[in-house]
């Protein structure tokens, strides 16, 4: 009687806390683990491969596209990311939820890849002020980075309307209770369980 696995997108704004809270579900919820994408993008002081992304060259990225080799792709910021699609797959296969750090356009094809399996939140900061002051606390940017990162965060924003769930992020905890709330919701929905037809068959009979 092993459910499917659920697909739970978390996507938002860089600098509403995203990392956070994926990082505080994880660790509270041994069924989740997360999907780590494939990107061309440099690899940042303290990044693993293989743990936080598998780095690639562009050439490797395009022939993992090539070969069909994941679920969904996008460009951000002149850089390809893109989920890996075989251990996503053997994961719902074994009733094993996927958490997915990515950007809305990843989010809209991974629900036409996977009709049914997604579950999209999107997070939203309590406002631009506090947006921006959470993006200038992280390093001394200049002004015209700092423009850019609100450009790119209103960018994000923008497609709030394609998530199932919307979450204000005002207060970490609450938002991590909320998240998992979802989460737990959308593991006991019908098509979660293709077991159930079955199952009631065999009650119904006794
Ligand atoms: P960063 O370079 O800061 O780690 O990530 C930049 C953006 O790319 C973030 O919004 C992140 O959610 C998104 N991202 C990371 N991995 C993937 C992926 O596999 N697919 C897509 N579509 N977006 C991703």
Redesign the pocket.
Same mark, same amino acid.
């Given at each position: 009687m092993t459910r499917r696995g659920v697909c739970l997108v978390l996507?938002s704004a860089?600098g509403v806390g995203k990392t956070s809270v994926s990082r505080a579900l994880l660790e509270m919820e041994p069924d989740l683990s997360l999907s780590i994408?494939?990107?061309t993008?440099a690899r940042r002081p303290g990044e693993l491969d293989g743990v936080h992304y598998f780095f690639r060259s562009q050439a490797e990225f395009d022939a993992m596209v090539e070969r069909g080799e994941l679920l969904?792709?996008?460009r951000?910021l002149d850089r390809s990311? +893109?989920?890996p699609r075989g251990p996503v797959e053997a994961a719902l296969e074994a009733g094993r939820d996927v958490l997915f750090?990515?950007?809305w356009? +990843?989010h809209r094809q991974l629900r036409d890849r996977l009709p049914g399996d997604v579950v999209g939140v999107h997070l939203l900061p309590p406002s631009i002020a506090e947006l921006e002051r959470r993006l200038r606390g992280r390093a001394q940017e200049s002004e015209a980075e700092i423009a850019r990162r609100l450009d790119v965060a209103r960018a994000?924003i923008a497609h709030w309307s394609d998530f199932d769930h919307v979450v204000v992020n005002r207060d970490f905890d609450r938002t991590v209770a909320e998240v998992r709330a979802i989460l737990h919701a959308a593991r006991s929905t019908r098509a979660r369980q293709p077991w159930l037809a079955e199952f009631v068959e065999g009650l119904l009979k006794t």
């Open positions: 996507a860089p994408s494939a990107t993008r969904e792709y996008a951000f990311y +893109g989920t750090d990515i950007e356009q +990843g994000e």
